[in-house]
């Protein structure tokens, strides 16, 4: 049983996500009926699966809740701000008290509950107070979705014959076969067996009747009620031919003969007859004159009608997802990175041994474990617009308590990335759209003189861009205000009062730890952790920040981030008899390095790559190779920081993916190094953290400085 | 609204305009009139332009006239989009004759608009 509470657990958070969405989409499009129906099918399905795995005090709340959106489905009741913050609240309330029978707590009904109940109810008992004098003059046909079964198809074979004369009140059949059509899989066969010759022929008269074959999540009422004002001018029969079991397969494979009989069109004797010939039974019907050609026609009907039910019902079962534990999902990553290792060695040692069948076979192998790393890769990929939708809320929310007027907007929800990468997002970015709140748009009134409008745009947006995925958060506010972040930048000592920096190295300067330029505190930020947590979030997934900012005009923060970060592409590098991996993503080019290059510099770490100077690091010296450095070595450039800065290494070999292995405990302060990765031949090289050797270069760079002075 | 035209291989009677229950009076009598003199009646709905029940009540019960008097009701043109999409509406189109056979010519038989 608790394996079935614990998909339920699951499925409510799923709903309650969906809901958020809904309701903060309907509060900018009250009148959207979707999103009303939206809104009243996830609270529906969260009481009925409450109810169903015994979570009872949710079944109560929910359905006050859902008795309130009914109100409103129905068009009876307005949706304002007050019932969409009342019913955030409550999905809240709902929130926790899923969780807390997560953690285990036995969960007393919380006085926030039983008051946000009551709140619905007392909406509910108000608004029929007030309404029912004109509800009593209502006489409102209910919609026929109103009476929707949900997720439970039935199927129904209705005959409809309107009398000769409906057309003089004015009633076209053909738009109520229309309306029949709108609830669900409809097919229709016109029964014109009573159509007269030319000389006996009332133009004005209708002979045709119907047999229609429906499969909908309506009730029956529903189709009646089409037919609801022409009920006494025609012969309507409607039946459920559902199958009990709810399975449409037998029926599928009941042959034409036995459809006839089961609809009383022939008996059985006069089928058993007819099948000892060979024709069609169809055209042997027919041509025996036991049916008329037209009853053939409807039974065909009916039999195409359930195999395409059939059909369809397959479909969406194929598409149908199925839940996994993300443990699962991990472990079999990791055995997919044990392959491509095996793999790889299983290359290595076909290509030494120069065995064209053993290559082939290594070809084959090599060929299949991409396949195999690719879908593996992209079962774990998720759309970022589940992130991205939370941050709706955030936005409302703060934006209310700061007394601004700020809207949310998103590009390219449905772009993919690694569960892991989506999971360690979600801090870096709360963040930084909660600093655009704060620091970034200006009070509606300051806006409107600086001549913006009120409305202030935080815009999150999501592409991809090779092997990683860009995401942009971008404000329209007041911009950075590069004057003080130099200033305090010097107040804390972080750069000299002479220090040139460019533009971009400046706004580099925020990410610093305990930096903040705010002036006050608030419940929000200023407290000058949130940036720092920001570069140490996104570090940790190996990707990149850019800040760029106009005054006035608004700031915009550029993270790049690798897809995945299981497997990455690296550059396999060797100083000496060891190997290292680096991160491709931040590599811009690679570039020899001559001793008469080191002349050129004086002595100096810097090379004219391309026109402009780039400093650079020498690997085997940071990390102390005693060997010595051959004659021609390699510069690989890279982007870190908004900068470029070279790491020198003896050879660069090439392209490699990499399987991150991680370092394990014991190594767990060595920063400069991210994880580690076996090559083909068994050797382990290192992942450099390319950013964090950069800064232990500086330290120690720093520490140099101050101690010449002494 | 109504053309007729005699040939040697029959008359063609060429309807344009709204068939639908305003016309249907008319359109039944210029039927039953040609239906009588023609031998093989070819029927150009091609200039119809809007169709109902009543339109397609009147198609049917020409082409079984004809049928009874061992005549041959041809659709000169094939049927316009506008009859078309009433035939589908009313579920008049269909795989098989409704006598059989005898009926394989059935008008409302349009190969391409099954199963669309």
């Known amino acids: 049983m608790d394996k079935f509470r614990e998909a339920f657990r699951e499925e409510a958070h799923e709903l309650l996500a969906e809901l958020e969405t809904s309701l903060l989409e309907l509060e900018k499009e009250p009148g959207d009926e979707d999103l009303i129906g939206r809104v009243f099918r996830a609270m529906h399905t969260l009481k009925g699966s409450s109810g169903m795995f015994g979570f009872d005090d949710i079944k109560k709340l929910t359905h006050d809740i859902e008795n309130v959106y009914d109100m409103v489905r129905s068009g009876k009741m307005a949706v304002n701000s007050a019932l969409i913050d009342m019913t955030l609240r409550a999905c809240d309330e709902v929130k926790k008290m899923v969780e807390a029978e997560e953690d285990g707590e036995a969960v007393p009904e919380s006085e926030a509950a039983l008051a946000i109940s009551g709140a619905f109810r007392s909406l509910l008992e108000d608004f029929r107070g007030e309404a029912k004098p004109e509800a009593a003059h209502d006489g409102r046909v209910p919609r026929a979705d109103e009476e929707k079964k949900e997720g439970n198809a039935h199927t129904y074979r209705i005959s409809f014959r309107p009398a000769a004369d409906i057309f003089l009140s004015g009633t076209n059949p053909l738009l109520l076969l229309n309306e029949v059509r709108d609830l669900g899989l409809c097919d229709i066969v016109a029964r014109t067996e009573q159509i007269p010759s030319l000389n006996e022929i009332d133009p004005e008269a209708c002979y045709t009747g119907w047999e229609v074959m429906l499969t909908s999540e309506h009730d029956i009422n529903a189709i009646r009620d089409i037919f609801i004002f022409v009920e006494d001018q025609c012969t309507l029969d409607i039946e459920d031919i559902t199958d009990d079991s709810g399975d449409e397969e037998a029926r599928e494979d009941r042959k034409l003969g036995e459809i006839l009989v089961k609809r009383g069109d022939i008996s059985e004797p006069d089928l058993r007859k007819i099948l000892d010939s060979h024709k069609k039974i169809g055209e042997i019907l027919v041509e025996s004159g036991v049916v008329g050609a037209e009853k053939v026609e409807i039974a065909l009907a009916e039999q195409k009608h359930v195999r395409e039910v059939k059909q369809r019902k397959q479909v969406v079962e194929a598409a149908a997802s199925i839940r996994v534990p993300a443990e699962k999902l991990d472990r079999l990553v990791n055995m997919v990175g044990e392959l491509v290792t095996v793999q790889s060695r299983l290359s290595q040692i076909s290509t030494q041994r120069n065995d064209p069948l053993l290559i082939q076979v290594a070809e084959e192998v090599e060929r299949l474990m991409a396949d195999l790393r690719d879908n593996t890769m992209s079962i774990r990929m998720l759309a970022i617009g589940s992130t991205f939708s939370r941050f709706e809320r955030l936005v409302r929310d703060l934006s209310a308590e700061l007394g601004k007027d700020i809207v949310l907007k998103t590009e390219g929800a449905e772009t993919e990335l690694d569960k892991t990468v989506i999971e360690k997002l979600n801090d870096?970015?709360?963040?930084?759209?909660?600093?655009?709140?704060?620091?970034?748009?200006?009070?509606?009134?300051?806006?409107?003189?600086?001549?913006?409008?009120?409305?202030?745009?935080?815009?999150?947006?999501?592409?991809?861009?090779?092997?990683?995925?860009?995401?942009?958060?971008?404000?329209?506010?007041?911009?950075?205000?590069?004057?003080?972040?130099?200033?305090?930048?010097?107040?804390?000592?972080?750069?000299?009062?002479?220090?040139?920096?460019?533009?971009?190295?400046?706004?580099?300067l925020i990410l610093q730890p305990g930096f903040s330029t705010a002036r006050k505190v608030t419940s929000v930020s200023g407290r000058g952790v949130g940036m720092d947590v920001v570069k140490k979030g996104i570090d940790a997934l190996q990707g990149t920040i850019e800040i760029i900012s106009k005054k006035g005009k608004g700031s915009s923060i550029i993270l790049k981030l690798p897809l995945t970060l299981a497997i990455i592409d690296g550059l396999l590098v060797r100083i000496e008899e060891s190997y290292f991996i680096m991160p491709l993503s931040a590599i811009e080019e690679c570039v020899e390095l001559t001793n008469a290059d080191i002349a050129r510099a004086h002595g100096k770490c810097i090379a004219e790559i391309r026109g402009e100077i780039v400093p650079y690091l020498r690997l085997r010296d940071a990390f102390a190779f005693a060997g010595q450095r051959p004659a021609i070595e390699q510069i690989v450039t890279t982007r870190i920081n908004g900068g470029r800065v070279g790491f020198v290494v003896d050879q660069v070999i090439g392209g490699h993916q990499t399987v991150i292995k991680s370092m394990g405990q014991m190594c767990k302060d060595i920063k400069t190094v991210s994880g580690a990765t076996i090559l083909g031949d068994g050797t382990v090289a290192l992942i450099l953290d390319l950013p964090k050797i950069v800064e232990q270069a500086e330290r120690e760079e720093a520490v140099g400085r101050n101690n010449s002075r002494y | 609204m109504f053309e007729l035209v005699e040939g040697e291989r029959g008359a063609t009677l060429t309807v344009s305009g709204e068939l639908t229950i305003q016309n249907a009076s008319v359109f039944r009598d210029a039927l039953r009139e040609w239906v009588e003199k023609s031998d093989v009646l070819h029927l150009d709905l091609g200039g119809v332009t809007d169709a109902d029940l009543t339109c397609l009540q009147l198609v049917c019960s020409a082409h079984r006239s004809m049928m009874n008097m061992k005549k041959n009701l041809n659709m000169a043109s094939g049927l316009p989009g506008s009859i078309i999409k009433t035939a589908r509406e009313a579920g008049f189109v269909r795989e098989h004759g409704c006598r059989g056979e005898e009926s394989n010519n059935c008008v409302w038989i349009i190969r391409d608009e099954v199963g669309k």
Do not use: W
Request: proline share 5%; charged share 25%; net charge negative.
């Open chain 1, 428 to 508: 870096p970015l709360v963040h930084l759209i909660r600093n655009c709140i704060d620091h970034g748009i200006e009070a509606p009134a300051v806006r409107e003189a600086a001549g913006k409008p009120r409305q202030g745009t935080v815009l999150l947006a999501a592409e991809h861009a090779g092997a990683h995925v860009v995401i942009t958060i971008r404000d329209d506010g007041a911009g950075l205000d590069g004057e003080a972040i130099r200033a305090k930048a010097i107040e804390r000592g972080i750069i000299a009062p002479d220090a040139e920096l460019s533009e971009r190295e400046l706004y580099a």
